[in-house]
């Protein structure tokens, strides 16, 4: 385990090794987010702890339920990472993913970078592997822009009209529910309601704006950028998540964005966290 820091005019963000994860992320000295870990080989959910690719079918680790949540037990929120490059305002980690961790087929070669540009962390990953295999990653930052206190006190908008449907074990049935006049609906800021575990389907592709969270007493407003199809949110009683990810359990359900990664591809994705102070 090492802790490094980034740090520039704007943010402050201590980051651990292991599990190339963010300690702490602190904005004009106020700290706007904790405990973001590196959530894979395939964030959020696979039903069954199983998944076939093409011909061969593979028994992942149970770690929730009988199914396999954040990539197993001993997922990369628990590895340990290599630092290949670091500057004052960049880090670079590597993780060697190999041909059976928790079940997966594949040698999976990762790459975490993240970077601070005036108010903005820019969090790139990308993934290479040896042979079929399924990718899903995010970042599992705790968020609360009032520096502490309720999750509630925040204003939340987020730019999907559906959310995926799930079971009592929040496995996808494969429909997609629209938002509208239901509790789901964030698509113009509105105070946030706690109580979530859930996918949204966000609107448009490429790296486009999908939600905004923003502190009620600190006036602090935060900006989310991804180029991702999903987001998770999900909170505690006194932080929100904002997972920008693939869809849960993608491999059974073909209607879903494919998270499959052959030999000679390249898996990267973007997210861009932007922070700057309103009046309350």
């Known amino acids: 385990m090492s802790i490094l820091t980034l740090q520039n005019d704007e943010l402050c963000l201590e980051v651990d090794t292991t599990g190339a994860c963010i300690k702490t992320l602190r904005?004009?000295?106020?700290?706007?987010g904790r405990d973001g870990i590196t959530a894979g080989r395939y964030a959020n959910r696979i039903a069954g702890?199983?998944?076939?690719?093409?011909?061969?079918?593979?028994?992942?680790?149970?770690?929730?339920?009988?199914?396999?949540?954040?990539?197993?037990t001993e997922g990369f929120d628990k590895k340990e990472w290599t630092v290949t490059d670091q500057s004052r305002d960049h880090v670079c980690m590597e993780l060697i993913s190999e041909d059976g961790d928790q079940g997966f087929p594949g040698t999976l070669k990762v790459k975490a970078d993240y970077k601070i540009e005036g108010g903005a962390f820019k969090i790139t990953y990308t993934a290479e592997a040896d042979a079929p295999t399924v990718v899903n990653l995010t970042n599992h930052l705790y968020f609360n822009l009032n520096g502490g206190g309720p999750s509630g006190d925040h204003l939340l908008k987020i730019i999907?009209?559906?959310?995926?449907?799930?079971?009592?074990?929040l496995i996808p049935t494969g429909n997609l529910l629209g938002v509208r006049g239901t509790?789901?609906?964030h698509k113009r800021q509105k105070r946030f309601r706690p109580d979530f575990d859930c996918?949204?389907?966000?609107?448009?592709?490429?790296?486009?704006?999908?939600?905004s969270l923003k502190g009620c007493e600190s006036g602090i407003n935060m900006e989310v950028e991804t180029d991702q199809p999903g987001l998770q949110l999900y909170n505690t009683d006194t932080h929100i998540c904002l997972e920008t990810q693939h869809f849960p359990d993608s491999p059974h359900h073909p209607e879903f964005p494919d998270t499959t990664l052959l030999r000679?591809?390249?898996?990267?994705?973007?997210?861009i966290?932007?922070?700057r102070q309103e009046e309350k």
């Open 27 to 32: 904005f004009r000295g106020t700290e706007v």
């Open 160 to 169: 999907a009209d559906k959310v995926l449907e799930v079971d009592d074990q």
């Open 49 to 72: 702890a199983k998944l076939t690719i093409f011909f061969g079918e593979f028994k992942l680790d149970a770690n929730e339920n009988g199914n396999t949540l954040h990539g197993g």
């Open 199 to 211: 996918c949204y389907a966000l609107n448009g592709k490429g790296l486009r704006t999908v939600a």
């Open 273 to 275: 966290y932007s922070f």
């Open 183 to 185: 509790r789901f609906d």
């Open 264 to 271: 000679g591809q390249i898996f990267k994705t973007r997210t």
